[in-house]
T-cell receptor
């Protein structure tokens, strides 16, 4: 079984709809991250959480919110989806270690029409 | 955040060595150098990381310049499965998040 799972894997929605992307991990890591990737570009950090009570904004948090329900679960919400949020979304986890290796999920492809 | 510069793309022949360069002239003394790769339709995966000394693991080798302003990821025998986008990333020792640039797209020719 995959250590970091994301649901759904693909989603098509309409402008203005609320969308939630979910991430679960079985690695026992404290840190979790949400990134987005646009075609031909690297990943950009949306939000990150170093433990259940710690949530931080990343580079591009506008239009997004997150919830850390438990150590193993980190959800990303788009309150009112817009077409330029069409992208590939990745969840990642890492241990609280000095070199901070991150483990990524398979990604969620989101299309906003 | 210290930034990295990588070539947009590189090509290699199968079973030949590949040297992927990365420039990081503004690196600080506490920055680790990380390499990740992203295979088609997958999330990024860890390749290797280092601080000052050269590093080897089962996937690759990391050669770090003496002044640490550049590094090179070495794939000793490229396979078709190594075709991916390779990202060179810097992070401070504790708590700093990764900044992914566009990376180098490696094509491996049979």
């Amino acid at each position: 079984d995959a250590d970091v799972t994301q649901t759904p894997r693909n989603r098509i929605t309409k402008t203005g709809k609320r969308i939630m992307l979910e991430c679960s991990q079985t690695k026992g890591h404290d840190r979790m991250y949400w990134y987005r990737q646009d075609p031909g570009l690297g990943l950009r950090l949306i939000y990150y959480s170093f433990d259940v009570k710690d949530i931080n904004k990343g580079e591009i948090s506008d239009g997004y919110s997150v919830s850390r329900q438990a150590q193993a679960k980190f959800s990303l919400s788009l309150e009112s989806a817009i077409p330029n949020q069409t992208a590939l979304y990745f969840c990642a986890t890492s241990k609280d270690s000095s070199y901070n290796e991150q483990f990524f999920g398979p990604g969620t492809r989101l299309t906003v029409l | 955040d210290a930034k990295t510069t990588q070539p947009n793309s590189m090509e290699s022949n199968e079973e030949e060595p590949v040297h992927l360069p990365c420039n990081h002239s503004t690196i600080s003394g506490t920055d680790y150098i990380h390499w990740y790769r992203q295979l088609p339709s997958q999330g990024p995966e860890y390749v290797i990381h280092g601080l000052t000394s050269n590093v080897n693991n089962r996937m690759a080798s990391l050669a770090i310049a003496e002044d640490r302003k550049s590094s090179t990821l070495i794939l000793h025998r490229a396979t078709l499965r190594d075709a991916a986008v390779y990202y060179c990333i810097l992070s401070a020792t504790y708590g700093q998040n990764f900044v992914f640039g566009p990376g180098t797209r490696l094509s491996v020719l049979p």
